[in-house]
């Protein structure tokens, strides 16, 4: 089980530009979801999948935000046009959905610095 | 008021000392109950989730639930310096609800 995968790392970036950060669950785990983490707000919920079908994206800061998931094994979060305010820790979790019973798994997360 | 209350710390305790991290919460609605721990730079892993009130035993690591009062504790025993980490709280009923994280040091 190689866990949740994403990338980049670390991604440094000048205001205006377009970001995308990409993410592959594991394997088997339908459900997808996209969080932000700072220090002032912990973690917040952006948006999730079930199936590749956005459920909720009420967590969505604004349009310059976009979120999607073409197959099961790939999704991609993406800012355009970004801004200093966007720099935090994105983390993408999975887990199956038709499991009353399981907890989510994250991965290491993409830290973004918009200059 | 959050749906979910912890204090955010920091806590330092000696090598061998037991720690006590808790949070409260205001949904009654909430059914799972989960401790992640968070290591600098590393996404949050799952530690422990219990589902009823009581208690949850594994190795070092309780963690009690008590519902009628809406509150968690996570308890570690005989603490390492390896357990220096972030602990978040999480609850879910139809979505997951995370505390801001406690941010415990084990000094050796």
């Known amino acids: 089980d190689a866990g949740v995968i994403q990338s980049p790392r670390h991604e440094v970036t000048e205001m205006g530009q377009e970001v995308t950060l990409r993410c592959k669950p594991i394997s088997g785990h339908n459900s997808l979801f996209w969080y932000r983490q700072t220090m002032m707000r912990g973690l917040e919920l952006l948006i999730y999948f079930n199936n590749n079908v956005p459920i909720d994206d009420s967590g969505m800061p604004e349009d310059r935000f976009s979120a999607k998931m073409p197959n099961a094994s790939f999704s991609t979060l993406k800012i355009q046009p970004s801004e200093p305010r966007d720099s935090a820790v994105y983390f993408c979790?999975?887990?199956?959905?038709?499991?009353?019973?399981?907890?989510?798994?994250f991965g290491n997360g993409t830290r973004l610095t918009v200059t | 008021q959050k749906e979910v209350e912890q204090d955010p710390g920091p806590l330092s305790v000696p090598e061998g000392a037991i720690v006590s991290l808790n949070c409260t919460y205001s949904n009654s609605a909430f059914q799972y109950f989960m401790w992640y721990r968070q290591y600098s730079r590393k996404g949050p892993e799952l530690l422990m989730y219990t589902y009823s009130s009581g208690n949850k035993e594994d190795g070092r690591f309780t963690a009690q639930v008590d519902k009628s009062s809406k509150y968690i504790s996570l308890f570690i025993r005989d603490s390492q310096p390896s357990d220096s980490a972030t602990y978040l709280c999480?609850?879910?009923?139809?979505?997951?609800?995370f505390g801001t994280g406690t941010s415990l040091t084990v000094i050796p």
């Open positions: 979790a999975s887990r199956p959905w038709d499991s009353n019973n399981s907890p989510l798994h």
């Open positions: 999480a609850m879910e009923v139809n979505q997951f609800y």
